[in-house]
């Protein structure tokens, strides 16, 4: 038996994701309504600028007060898809004062402050629920906080931004540099104006921040999750991925220590092996491994970010908090019961790829093969190359501390021999 | 603030699954309390021979008496990894009137009669959960459910049956015939004794039916997928393949009919292009792709079998069903409201490559042509060879309804040229 009164619903924020979340609230009432056991309407939108053009935007919903929107007492889901810290957080808050749940896609603000939000949402009653936050319309959180709630998870290795891959496998297919590649990133418009969070790495470090405290049970924020953008890769770095049979991908990589006492979490580019499933990842898509130790190796795919995606994972994230307002209950909340610190990047054990410019002459290779012995950094495999007098040497090492690979090279940039370091990269996926 | 008292947990069947289940329980306790918000302890195990060893599992809970289990009035949550119809169907009902709820891995009993299962649940306010029952490890059921909720699911393609894959596996790659690839598999372990319900694809129909049910919000049972096992594919079949740039899955596919009025679900062989992601999907491995309107292409990924992966499906679901329990409500349960009625094949519209041997004189290809033509069926592409006085036609159809390509086969068998129809596959994911 249907409820007749419609549960009451905010929007905040009417940009490309909200305009998509309107045309499906607004078109697929009656599903929605048999999904939920309870019609929903759309009380209120808030926006910046109401007389821009908003195609199927009900003009009469459109409010610039968001907080008076929020405050109003009568809203049982407010929908957040601004973005940012500030006025968001306290918007948010202000919802839950008001007894009303809330469904984000904001990563920023979940991986700076998720823990208080969470708390806030406890202590009001209403859920708080954000699976658009993390690899669009991919469902990640969910599966992540109930589907392997019985499990114990290991790792998380993903493709979490969809700009940076489409830049990395444009690089790797056609053989351009980074800022061409970036180029044409911007003008397909997969890349914005202004590209920093997403080259630099600060999106996927947000994403990778909230993956680390579900997949774990424990709070991690962004400051704890290492970080390296895509800058600095050259088609030279891409080249030399190529002849080890590898590619190069931005990864988000959370994992347990092997002890089990602590977890890391990081953003880097790596080189990863052709014949690993998320090398075949291309374009702006995403992909998430996810190892469990009962469930083994799970993989999910798809689109990462747009409207349309995005909108898919906000309205089931509605519809489950449609649904528990009905029954008078809230769903799963944070987890962060095992309180595991998180290491920094100098005790994460992973591999180098690291090319020198170096001297020809005899001797150089025993010299490099002692700094490495000095810091206890075992070498995989060596290739040397001579160019025009010049020679280069192309050192796989295996398994080490970060903090000791990092030394290693600090120390090789000492030797005479050694003209320069032009390029390290980290060897993941094996 | 946990609860203290434990909430009670029976175990119906000790094979595979359940003592991975019985040990998880057993030697997780203290997380799975943390994740549930409460204790959880195993008050019973019931078994047809109690005097097996079984490694880790308490001897003192075993008992052979499964009614009286489901009866015992203080059970919150039943665990069914028997698998089959009947008592299963009996105990899980009975296990509902006592006020458990179920947590089941038995695609079978979901398949055939899911819909008074579920209305028995909703009955007693208890949930039936059964994430295990479909892919094994791989979250499936519950991003159905719940992340796509507001979504509208069009298709469902995936490898869902990890012994058949197996065998198409090793006939691709080795060129062995299906005979020699089913020792192989049956040698290893991926292949019962008795490999029907795998290799007719009886497995793959019920994972089917529940999956379509799921996605379009519709009742779907095991008779009302269309099935063909894989025992006809020949090495020739795979080789054919190979040369259109294929390979063979048997796959499950789950469609919306375009005009959005009936769903259709069937098991067959197919060819699909190796640039597919399905056509990666190595060994025992399952890999699902879903189709959403808002979402775009998502797909699941990991292993579909075997005793672990199959008892963290079970676990997640158990801390789903133990929290709802403690929380005094139940989860999102059957969703039928469309009630879309299931075409039958000959409504599916595919695309057939058929292989015919046909004497080798002039005026065959136009013959041969003109058949397809009259039954509206256009073609893609034919390639003729040569062989010994004889001659082989190779046509690929276009898109077409099932029925007009199977009549347009009926007719070619009729025509005096053709000797033979060599083969017939179908052509999907494209």
């Known amino acids: 038996m249907m409820r007749t009164r419609p549960l009451k619903v905010a929007l905040l924020g009417c940009g490309v994701v909200g305009s998509e979340v309107t045309r499906i609230i ?44 929020v405050k109003r007492g009568d809203i049982d889901v407010v929908i957040e898809v601004i973005g940012g810290i500030e006025p968001v957080r306290t918007l948010i808050t202000t919802a839950f004062e008001h007894g009303a749940s809330v469904v984000s896609a904001n990563k920023a603000l979940l991986a700076a402050d998720g823990a208080s939000l969470h708390a806030k949402a406890v202590e009001h009653g209403v859920d708080l629920y954000y699976e658009a936050a993390v690899a669009g319309a991919i469902p990640l959180i969910r599966p992540l906080r109930e589907s392997l709630a019985g499990d114990k998870v290991n790792r998380v290795l993903g493709i979490v931004n969809g700009t940076t891959n489409f830049i990395l496998d444009k ?72 002849k080890m049979g590898c590619t190069v991908k931005l990864l988000a990589i959370c994992e347990r220590a092997r002890d089990g006492r602590s977890v890391t ?85 992973t591999r180098y790829h690291i090319s020198l410019d170096v001297a020809d002459k005899p001797g150089v290779l025993a010299q490099v093969a002692t700094v490495f012995a000095e810091h206890d950094v075992s070498i995989d495999t060596v290739r040397q190359q001579g160019k025009d007098g010049e020679a280069s040497l192309v050192v796989v090492t295996h398994r080490a501390p970060d903090a000791a690979l990092s030394a290693t090279v600090s120390s090789l940039r000492k030797l005479d021999t050694v003209r320069g370091v032009a390029s390290i990269m980290r060897v993941e996926g094996e």
């Open 171 to 242: 690089m790797d297919s056609t053989g351009a540099g980074y800022s061409e590649a970036l180029d044409e990133a911007t003008a397909l418009g997969y890349a914005e104006a202004d590209p920093t969070a997403d080259v630099e790495g600060f999106d996927a470090a947000a994403k990778a921040a909230i993956l680390a405290g579900i997949a774990f049970h424990t709070r991690v924020t962004i400051d704890d999750v290492h970080r390296e953008g895509l800058t600095e890769v050259t088609a030279a770095d891409i080249a030399s991925a190529k």
């Open 265 to 349: 979490a990081r953003v880097h580019p790596a080189m990863i092996p052709l014949s690993h499933p998320l090398a075949s990842v291309r374009g702006a898509y995403n992909a998430v491994f996810v190892e469990a130790e009962a469930a083994g190796q799970l993989m999910f795919y798809g689109p990462g970010a747009g409207g349309a995606p995005t909108a898919s994972a906000v309205l089931g994230d509605l519809v489950a908090a449609c649904r528990n307002k009905l029954a008078a209950t809230t769903g799963a909340g944070e987890s962060a019961y095992t309180q595991l610190p998180v290491s920094p990047m100098g005790d994460v054990v």
């Open 26 to 69: 607004t078109t697929q009432t009656a599903d929605l309504a048999a999904r939920i056991g309870a019609p929903i309407e759309l009380a209120g939108i808030a926006v910046r600028r109401p007389n821009r053009v908003r195609e199927g935007v009900p003009q009469e919903l459109l409010t610039t007060d968001a907080t008076a929107l």
